[in-house]
């Protein structure tokens, strides 16, 4: 109940704050200030863009699972891939605000060996983007996220357990001669404690125009467990040492044995037009990948801006 009341405070301060307007003196526009900057592409459930924008954001993930795991004190052979498919929606009321539907899906769950195969839908996330500081001038966005995730996905792939939970996310860009510079924090709070656990994030970018349409880029992320659910959930919250990242939440009762996961991911865009752009990056974890679910990742979106 206490995450839930600061997840619908958060989402009502957005609100009003938008309303009220923005809490500093009117910056003289410049039309093309932002006209460069991209959305990131590895953890793009917690990493978007802090600029509100209306887009439509196809994602495909390759996610190759370790041959083995933390589990039970022992290592599990497990192996195998999972394959995700998923479209973000964002639509901006004006420069500082928008809605965004950040996560959604269909998810592929081909483990080689242990766990079952499964196919199912992901749960539904949706909240209120406001950016706090947008500053055309100086090129400079810090905004903040309020998402509530709802458990409609299917069990089959580790979705649809507890009572929800609550994205609470900052994040700030920064474009300067070419360069962008971005990053993203914050934290899940799930409504029950008791099914899943309570995580948080930090994620930076880096990206530089090599010319106008080629923008390669590298990415960092790191991935926390803050405190470990009761195993209530999945039923490999009994078993796991480490819980999932981005996508899955297992409620491991172990999950802090192996409380931090980071991941580096290299990549790059290419803009076709102004409005189309496409990304793809390879991403491989950087502590011990039987630590966790991730041998390594590949992303490929398209993002369609209007």
Same mark, same amino acid.
């Given at each position: 109940m206490k995450n839930y009341l600061i997840a619908t405070g958060l989402l009502a301060g957005l609100s009003i704050t938008a309303q009220a307007g923005p809490p500093m003196a009117p910056v003289a526009a410049t039309p093309d200030a932002f006209a460069n900057a991209i959305t990131p592409i590895?953890? =793009?459930?917690?990493?978007?863009?802090?600029? =509100?924008?209306t887009n439509i954001h196809?994602?495909?993930?390759?996610?190759? &699972?370790?041959?083995?795991?933390?589990?039970?004190?022992?290592?599990? =052979? *497990?192996?195998?891939?999972?394959?995700?498919?998923? *479209?973000?929606l964002e639509y901006a009321f004006n420069e500082r605000i928008s809605l965004i539907a950040t996560k959604d899906g269909y998810v592929d769950f081909n483990p080689d060996k242990s766990?079952?195969?499964?196919?199912?839908?992901?749960?539904l996330a949706a909240g209120l983007k406001y950016a706090f500081i947008y500053d055309p001038t100086n090129e400079f966005v810090l905004s903040g996220s309020g998402v509530i995730e709802v458990p409609t996905g299917n069990r089959d792939v580790y979705q649809g357990y507890g009572d929800g939970a609550a994205n609470l996310i900052m994040s700030a860009l920064k474009l300067h001669d070419g360069w962008q510079f971005s990053g993203a924090l914050g934290t899940r709070l799930p409504?029950?404690?008791?099914?899943?656990?309570?995580?948080?994030?930090?994620?930076?970018? *880096?990206?530089?125009? *090599?010319?106008?349409?080629?923008? =390669?880029?590298?990415? &960092?992320?790191?991935?926390?467990?803050?405190?470990?659910?009761?195993?209530?959930?999945?039923?490999?919250g009994q078993l796991l040492e480490f819980d999932g990242l981005d996508l899955i939440n297992f409620g491991s009762k172990d999950g802090r044995v192996n409380k931090d996961t980071v991941t580096l991911a290299a990549g790059a865009r290419y803009k076709f037009t102004d409005c189309v752009n496409v990304g793809a990056a390879y991403e491989i974890p950087l502590t011990n990948d039987e630590d966790g679910l991730t041998d390594s990742r590949i992303t490929l979106d398209i993002v369609w801006t209007f």
């Open positions: 590895s953890n =793009p459930t917690f990493h978007g863009n802090a600029l =509100p924008k196809g994602i495909y993930m390759y996610h190759k &699972l370790p041959d083995q795991i933390s589990a039970a004190g022992t290592k599990v =052979p *497990v192996g195998g891939d999972v394959n995700i498919f998923a *479209v973000q766990v079952p195969q499964a196919t199912g839908f992901a749960n409504f029950d404690g008791r099914e899943e656990s309570t995580t948080a994030f930090l994620s930076g970018h *880096v990206s530089y125009h *090599v010319t106008e349409k080629f923008v =390669p880029l590298l990415e &960092l992320n790191w991935f926390r467990v803050l405190s470990e659910g009761e195993g209530q959930g999945a039923n490999l």
